[in-house]
C-alpha cells in the first residue's frame, strides 16, 4: 500500500521564468480514503488533510531549483504533523508551454519524518513528456521512485498523466490518472495496483492560478474520494 502524498500533479515541465520565485500551496483532503495505516505509525489516509509550500525559483531558461517545505498535515485521525521536507531539481525544453513537443525531468530528494514514509531519505525520478496540440495537451510523467527498496531494481513505477482541452488561455479542464503498478521487479497484480481517476479544471490569472480537482480510487486498495487544491504565485 502506498504512503500519503502531498503532491497530486502531473509535470507539464512549465517553469518559473529565470530570476523569478513562484510560491505553490498544494492542499488534498481525503473524505473517503483507506482507513488504515501503510506502515505502523502512519497517518491513516481516510479523512486525512496533507499539504506543502512549494518555493521555486528560476536559474534559468531551463532549470528550476525548488524546496518543498513545511510538508505538513493540519488535520488526520493520528493527529497533526509536520512529515518533513525536499529538495527539487527540474531541467526542462526551455519555453515548454511554447512548443508542440516539449519534455524534461525532475529529481526530487526527500528528508522524512516516520508517519509520512518509514525510510527517511527518498528520491523520485519523473520523466515528462507531452504534446500541445492546441487546443488539447496530451503529458505522460513515468515517475520511479524508491520509497521502499534500494537499487535500480528496487525502484517503484508510479505513472502519472493527463489529456486537457483548453478553452482559451485562462480556462482548462483535464482528466487526470495516477497509478502504482510496484516496484520493476515485482509488479502487483490489478487488484494490488493503486489507480485514480481524476477531473481537474485550471485557472490562469493575472496574479493567481488555481488547479482544483476530484479523483475517485479504481481499486480496493486506492483511496475512494480525494479533492485537491493548488494555488502559485509568482513572488518578485
Known amino acids: 500500500m502506498r504512503a500519503q502524498t502531498d503532491e497530486i500533479q502531473v509535470y507539464d515541465a512549465a517553469i518559473a521564468e529565470k530570476g523569478k520565485f513562484?510560491?505553490?500551496i498544494h492542499q488534498n483532503f481525503t473524505p473517503d480514503g483507506?482507513?488504515?495505516?501503510?506502515?505502523?505509525?502512519?497517518?491513516v489516509p481516510d479523512k486525512s488533510w496533507n499539504g506543502v509550500a512549494e518555493w521555486a525559483y528560476g536559474v534559468t531558461d531551463w532549470f528550476e531549483a525548488g524546496l518543498y517545505m513545511p510538508l505538513f498535515t493540519p488535520y488526520s485521525k493520528t493527529g497533526s504533523f509536520f512529515n518533513g521536507?525536499?529538495?527539487?531539481?527540474?531541467?526542462?525544453?526551455?519555453?515548454?508551454?511554447?512548443?508542440?513537443f516539449f519534455y524534461g525531468l525532475n529529481f526530487e530528494f526527500s528528508f522524512n519524518q516516520k508517519q509520512w514514509d518509514p525510510r527517511k531519505h527518498t528520491s523520485e525520478i519523473r520523466p515528462i513528456i507531452g504534446w500541445h496540440l492546441k487546443p488539447i495537451d496530451i503529458i505522460v510523467n513515468p515517475i520511479l521512485?524508491?520509497?521502499y527498496l534500494h537499487g535500480l531494481k528496487g525502484l517503484d513505477f508510479a505513472p502519472a498523466?493527463?489529456?486537457?482541452?483548453?478553452?482559451?488561455?485562462?480556462?482548462a479542464l483535464a482528466a487526470e490518472e495516477y497509478a502504482d503498478f510496484?516496484?520493476?521487479?515485482?509488479?502487483?497484480?490489478a487488484s494490488t495496483e493503486m489507480h485514480e481517476a481524476w477531473a481537474v479544471v485550471d485557472h490562469?490569472?493575472?496574479?493567481?492560478?488555481?488547479e482544483t480537482g476530484i479523483g475517485f480510487g479504481l481499486t480496493s486498495v486506492s483511496d475512494k474520494?480525494?479533492?485537491k487544491l493548488m494555488i502559485s504565485r509568482d513572488l518578485n
Open 85 to 100: 521536507y525536499k529538495f527539487r531539481a527540474l531541467f526542462v525544453k526551455p519555453d515548454a508551454d511554447k512548443q508542440k
Open 34 to 43: 483507506i482507513k488504515t495505516p501503510s506502515f505502523a505509525g502512519a497517518i
Open 22 to 24: 513562484n510560491l505553490m
Open 225 to 227: 474520494v480525494t479533492l
Open 145 to 147: 521512485d524508491n520509497s
Open 182 to 189: 510496484g516496484t520493476l521487479r515485482d509488479f502487483q497484480g
Open 204 to 210: 490562469k490569472g493575472k496574479t493567481y492560478n488555481v
Open 161 to 171: 498523466g493527463r489529456v486537457a482541452y483548453n478553452f482559451n488561455e485562462e480556462w
